[in-house]
């Protein structure tokens, strides 16, 4: 994916008050900043935002956190948040292998849209349902960890659903054609894309079963 560089991204990210510049100065008190005692739910890989930006304003009592690696991406989520008028949702310019030093078990549920499948085999413990992000999951999740993921890439679904159960969770939902389905769904700007070309969706939705030993 070629990133094309914002003029002044830092200076947009800083003016807004959904942006978070020091996010672990925050590890173990993200209620208190959100000023709330409601649940916390976090999308890694928020993109430009439309999803995290549809699930605040649909749950009004939910508090939502989006973190993206990439700057040039996350000023544009920004910048529609900013013409939003929202109190539950901040976002964070990170790196999901930095979780464990952002969040104390605080997270109830991870959301997973359309994260880069890494399709070369040398490649695979960089994807996000590999079981060192799992174990990371582990530390951020305030229970047991949920998990809902949304791709276009039946490798990456495929890879995943072998990674999640072996780790030990419990698939409550999956749709190997998620527009089909009878279920809620805020679409994101790359599923909206990918649908209209014809790609099917597919989804799971699952949680951390501790009974079970980890492999």
């Known amino acids: 994916m070629r990133l094309r560089n914002v003029k002044n991204a830092k200076n947009i990210l800083n003016s807004s008050k959904y942006y978070v510049d020091n996010p672990s100065d925050f590890k173990g008190f993200w209620k208190d900043k959100f000023a709330n005692k409601s649940k ?33 991406v996350l000023v544009r989520g920004v910048q529609k948040l900013d013409t939003k008028n929202l109190d539950n949702v901040l976002v964070i310019n990170a790196d999901a292998k930095n979780l464990s030093d952002i969040f104390d078990r605080e997270i109830d549920t991870i959301f997973l849209n359309f994260s880069d499948p890494w399709p070369k085999k040398r490649h695979y413990k960089r994807r996000l349902t590999y079981r060192d992000f799992l174990s990371v999951y582990d530390e951020i999740s305030s229970d047991d960890a949920k998990i809902v993921m949304k791709t276009d890439n039946d490798m990456l679904f495929e890879s995943s659903l072998i990674e999640l159960n072996n780790y030990g969770y419990v698939f409550d939902e999956i749709h190997l054609d998620l527009w089909s389905a009878d279920i809620e769904n805020i679409k994101t700007e790359y599923e909206i894309k990918f649908g209209n070309k014809g790609y099917t969706i597919k989804y799971l939705k699952a949680h951390k079963n501790h009974s079970r030993q980890k492999r």
């Open 40 to 72: 916390i739910m976090l999308e890694i890989g928020m993109g430009k935002g439309d999803f995290i930006i549809g699930m605040a304003e649909k749950y009004p009592d939910i508090n939502f956190i989006g973190i993206e690696k990439y700057e040039s």
